[in-house]
């Protein structure tokens, strides 16, 4: 052992000596911090000394706020790692392939080369929304990153940097990098990294009830997007209907607070493409096409003794990779928050669609699948019995298909994936500190409608540590 | 905040008791130093001629304590009737105590001691507050007067249904204020507040309540880092001259010593005023127009917006 290594060790020792009473201290009961300081004047409003005898009021504008406080342009560097243990069910995928003679929907195969049913995105492990495993469906090659083929295993699911800075005092930029270690394949590294946020905030007016977002920022369709990230999620695993709410899609976005109390929400986006996202293939940032997404959200907390807040929300525009904007996605949804007593429980359902290659037909690098949502939705519960410890309950369901090619000409179309879904979803919550987290989850999904049963049920497990 | 069940001679009586202990304290510590010395019949003597003077100064003021507390029963009894203030026995003179015993002062002594320019006793003064809305945690207060701080106060602004409780508070110059979380969630109580900034982190129900002692007047706001809706305000008043507004917006401000004061007036809904009044013997009175004050957004800890869907 060179004098150096040595050295670098002892350096090592002693720091984790100093740092592991501290870190000890924090878990346990620690002290009551407190500040004191005893340097005070005499006079509360010593900026309101004017001409004696005549009454003297603060200036419109005047602050209380200590000037080094104001004064300066924050930057703060923040972050999680979220690390997982999951345990999938059959081969850890959410689909069959429909074929042979005991086909589930014969008239399916007339006019498409494979059917697959179940859902792809069913048996999901973590809060990117990542599953236990692709599959090997024919015709088709995926980014699997995972692929476990059914087996347990651990799993770093996110190691996210976000960085905020006040550009003025007004004006405020946030970016957000997930690092994510994956399999790779094919001599291709596996692991993964992308840009999540990179916006510029303006909040312009004296009450800054309204914000103008530009960059790469959160949708405004639905609720979920404020919850996507392993950081904020009470549980682990988003809802079946998040690849269409949670995306960071690039564009511009109005969002502005109404009313008494702020009780009236509007917010407005233009995007390219839209709100989408699914983790086994890369995001589509930048548009293939002229025309822009538009969304929007309205909502409203009620008077109420508790907190109520429903919204609507819906999207309109090109479908993603199209070349052209002749046929558009869309999505429309309810959904509501509220919290009563200690509980908080969250709801949406969601109906949309897409022609895909209906019609026409487009190169293989821009071929938008096909669409009908005919309906998802969700309802949670999140309730933390004690400080340190929640329960969880999810119920849903997704009802759609989506398919590529065009399922009207008249040769047979590529694929379809029929999806008659329900799931329902119990965990816990575990918060050691301000700073780490334990979760964990079972999904249980099951098939409705004449799709056969899939062993596609999920445990999966979460440590989020926060710094 | 006022405490109306201490009497001012009880005070005293523990002033001078405090001084005996400091000054018998002194006396050992120089007995000590001087053992080796021998003692004279002069100075047991003088030691015995000490002693018997502060011992008749504690019976006459248990004496007018006494006095005082049956007056007071009378008072009680007869609902306030043909008996007023000034019928209370004056404290006896007492003799100057040294030490820590000097910074125990009563309400309203405090400014019986704030300035050279208090002659004679304290005044009335009233007045009205003008202003929209609501008038019922209006504060007026004697700004800018010099009292001992009000070391050992003690108050609590808790965190519930994720908004502080209360949400405005007045409290002494010196005053310890805790923050206890009874939200089962985290929150993260912090001030960017001139008087006092401060961070007390993050922690949740059950965890060792931080607190903060106030020690510099003026106005505290008060935010959780987490919550953005949270805000509480605090005014940290110089001495004990302070008075709650009624719902009719008049006020009444006893013992304040004569001379140019600064009368100010304070509410979390208004911006605050202050004017110089001659406080006479017989009083003065004043009038105050309060413009409402708009709440502003405030920024997070770090200075930066919080999201805006919170």
Known sequence: MGPCRFRALACAGAIACLAAPAGAQELQAAPAPETDDDKGGDEAFADLAGPGGQVVTVAPGGSQVAPAVAAKMPFVLGGYADIGFFVPSGNGAGWVQDTGAKRAFPGEADRFGWVFLGDILAPAINSRGEVADLGDAPGVQRFDGIDSNGAAGFLVNEANLTATAGVADNVVATTSVNFAPRSGAHFAAGDVFDVDLAQIEWLPGVNQRTSIFVGKMESVLGIEYRERKARDRFGITPSLLARYTTG???????????????????????????????????????????????????????????????????????????????????????????????????????????????????????????????????????????????????????????????????????????????????????????????????LRNGEYGGVPGIANDVFTSSLVWVY | MRGPGRSPSLLAVVAVTLGLAVAGGRAWAQAGAAASAPVTAADLARVERELRDQRAIIMQMLKVEQERYDLLLKLITSGGQGTTAAQLPALPALPAVPGPAASVAAPGAAAAAAGADSAGPGATVTGKIIGHGDLTNVYVFVDGLKAPRGHGKAMEIGQKDKQFVPQSAVVVAGTRVSFPNYDAMYHNVFSPSRPKPFDLGTYRQGDPPPSVVLSTPGVVEVFCNIHAKMSAKILVVPNQLYARVRADGTFHLERVPQGKRKIAVWGPDFKPARQDVEVTASGAEVTFSLDGDTARPHKNKSGLPYKSYE
């Open chain 1, 248 to 442: 960071t899609p690039i564009g511009i976005k109005v969002r502005s607070k109404l009313g008494p109390d702020d009780r009236l929400v509007l917010a407005g986006a233009v995007t390219n493409g839209s709100s989408g996202t699914e983790m086994f293939h890369f995001y589509d940032e930048v548009d293939s096409n002229p025309g822009k997404t538009v969304s929007g959200r309205a909502s409203f907390r009620l008077p109420l003794p508790f907190d109520l807040e429903l919204g609507l929300s819906g999207l309109l525009g090109p479908q993603d990779r199209a070349l052209d904007s002749r046929n558009p996605i869309w999505f429309f949804g309810v959904d509501l928050l509220a919290r009563v007593g200690w509980i908080d429980i969250k709801g949406q359902y969601l109906v949309g669609g897409a022609r895909g290659e209906t019609d026409r037909r487009y190169d293989e690098r821009h071929r938008p699948y096909g669409l009908d949502l005919n309906g998802g939705g969700y309802l949670e519960a999140d309730w933390m019995l004690t400080p340190m410890f929640g329960v969880l309950g999810r119920a849903e369901v997704r009802d759609a298909r989506v398919w590529l090619g065009d399922e009207k000409g008249p040769e047979r179309a590529d694929r379809l994936y029929l999806t008659k879904s329900w799931r329902g979803t119990v965990g816990v919550r575990v918060v050691w500190n301000a700073h780490m987290t334990l979760k964990a989850e079972y």
